[in-house]
């Protein structure tokens, strides 16, 4: 059965400073991996996706297949950048066994 | 981009009650949707997907009488809280993903926060 792990609930780290959120994941087959963030009061909202490999607000996702993680990280982490992480994980057509992460709450501090 | 309407935001209202909150995906066709509940600090559980014709599919745990779902066309799927009691408060998101696409990333709605009192 498909898993997905994310090892801390809560990371704080100063502005300015790198940050990496860690993801792993089980799956038998080859899943696709996302990101999703959720700022204060909003709905949650897709960040990136391993396979189009691009850059959103300085995040950036590399999946190692090897190591079964796709962790998040931002060279520069800044205020606003503080919200609810989600590593899913889609193994199936049309969204079917699409599986969150527990999330990690990142903040920012000043 | 594609959009997933959830409505309504916010219900208050008296135990016993059956309340309906619908999901609708404004600019895309969806054959399947899902239905999360989020408690608070805690991350989404899928409680159930939605498919379109057909009966839904319930995780375990998910009472299908207490929460009915159906998914009338390719752009509305509703779920029913059925005689709601204070436990069943909770954050209740939807989402879809655009037919005809694998391994699509989801589009999720706003939300709806049900407190039942």
């Known amino acids: 059965a498909q898993r997905v792990t994310q090892p801390e609930k809560l990371l704080s780290v100063f502005k300015g400073a790198p940050v990496e959120l860690k993801c792993n994941y089980s799956y038998s087959g080859s899943p696709e991996l996302f990101w999703y963030v959720q700022y204060s009061r909003q709905r949650l909202q897709l960040l990136l996706r391993h396979i189009s490999r691009e850059s959103i607000k300085g995040f950036t996702a590399d999946l190692n297949k090897g190591e079964t993680s796709f962790h998040l990280k931002k060279p520069f982490a800044q205020e606003e950048d503080s919200a609810m992480y989600y590593c899913a994980l889609s193994g199936g057509n049309y969204g079917q066994n699409f599986v969150f992460g527990p999330g990690t709450r990142l903040s920012v501090l000043p | 981009g594609a959009v997933v309407s959830q409505h309504p935001s916010r219900v208050i209202c008296k135990s016993g009650t059956s309340v309906k909150i619908e999901c609708r995906s404004l600019?895309?066709?969806?054959?399947?949707m899902f239905w999360y509940r989020q408690f608070p600090k805690q991350s989404l559980m899928l409680m159930a997907t939605s498919n379109e014709g057909s009966k839904a599919t319930y995780e375990q745990g998910v009472e299908k009488d207490k929460f009915l779902i159906n998914h009338a066309s390719l752009t509305l799927s509703t779920l029913t809280v059925t005689s709601a009691h204070p436990e069943d408060s909770s954050f209740y998101i939807c989402s879809a993903n655009p037919t005809g696409g694998s391994n699509q990333p989801q589009h999720f709605g706003d939300g709806t926060r049900l407190s039942i009192l």
């Open positions: 600019d895309f066709q969806a054959t399947t």
